[in-house]
């Protein structure tokens, strides 16, 4: 069975520090990638970055990078001077190949940034 | 250009009545997933397809369906609507839905059963 979990309900940051967002996944296909999205209030899903179960390298894209950490299934979001406008709920996803139809999201963690 | 749509953005249907949500993908994708997010929840998969055939099918009684049209635009359909059927409809278009595809997503619509 393929699992997504997010252990941080909510998160209050103070501006301009760095944030660490952690996600633990499960799965038993060799083939998957790695997905976060934010959501804002508004309601829509944003694509942040993608990491593959084969790349070397983490993934980076511009303030936010994947700390991707295969042998312990984690898949942490880093986001580097955080902004106001970074206020949002971010969830960790994941396709694994051989069911290469849907996403698994997890449960969310609502990230706060104060001024 | 523009990104994916979806109409109607709010609706509000009484318990037993049919709803039918409407998405348009961005231009050149040929994939439409259907996603149901429930308020303080990650989003739950319902359908995916391609090229107009259904790729993929999440845990939903037959009470959901969908299509996809030559124009890849797509419509959910869900009958006997239940209380617990109030959620966010989010869809979501990628150029083949798999592999390194990222997924765009649309503002949703929100649907709530009284």
């Known amino acids: 069975a393929q699992k997504i979990t997010q252990t941080q309900p909510g998160m209050f940051v103070q501006e301009k520090e760095a944030v660490t967002l952690d996600c633990t996944y499960d799965?038993?296909?060799?083939?998957?990638?790695l997905f976060w999205y934010k959501q804002p209030s508004s309601g829509e899903m944003i694509f942040l970055i993608y990491?593959?179960?084969?790349?070397?390298q983490n993934a980076t894209e511009g303030r936010y990078s994947l700390n991707f950490q295969k042998a312990r299934k984690s898949a942490n979001l880093v986001i580097s001077a955080s902004q106001l406008g970074d206020s949002a709920m971010y969830f960790c996803?994941?396709?694994?190949?051989?069911?290469?139809?849907?996403?698994?999201f997890g449960s969310g963690t609502r990230l706060s940034i104060r001024p | 250009d523009a990104g994916v749509t979806q109409s109607p953005t709010h609706l509000i249907k009484t318990r037993g009545q049919q709803v039918t949500l409407r998405c348009s993908p961005i231009?050149?994708?040929?994939?439409v997933s259907w996603y149901q997010q429930v308020l303080g929840q990650g989003p739950q998969f319902i359908f995916q397809?391609?090229?107009?055939?259904?790729?993929g099918r999440g845990n939903f009684p037959d009470r959901f369906s969908a299509r996809q049209f030559p124009n890849y635009s797509s419509e959910l359909n869900v009958n006997a609507l239940l209380l617990g059927d109030s959620a966010l409809y989010l869809c979501?278009?990628?150029?083949?839905?798999?592999?390194?595809?990222?997924?765009?997503f649309g503002s949703g619509t929100r649907l709530t059963v009284v």
């Open positions: 979501a278009s990628s150029p083949e839905g798999r592999g390194r595809d990222g997924y765009t």
């Open positions: 799965t038993s296909d060799p083939s998957y990638g």
């Open positions: 990491q593959g179960s084969y790349d070397q």
């Open positions: 996803a994941m396709r694994a190949y051989s069911s290469a139809s849907k996403i698994i």
């Open positions: 231009s050149g994708h040929k994939s």
């Open positions: 397809y391609y090229e107009k055939e259904e790729r």
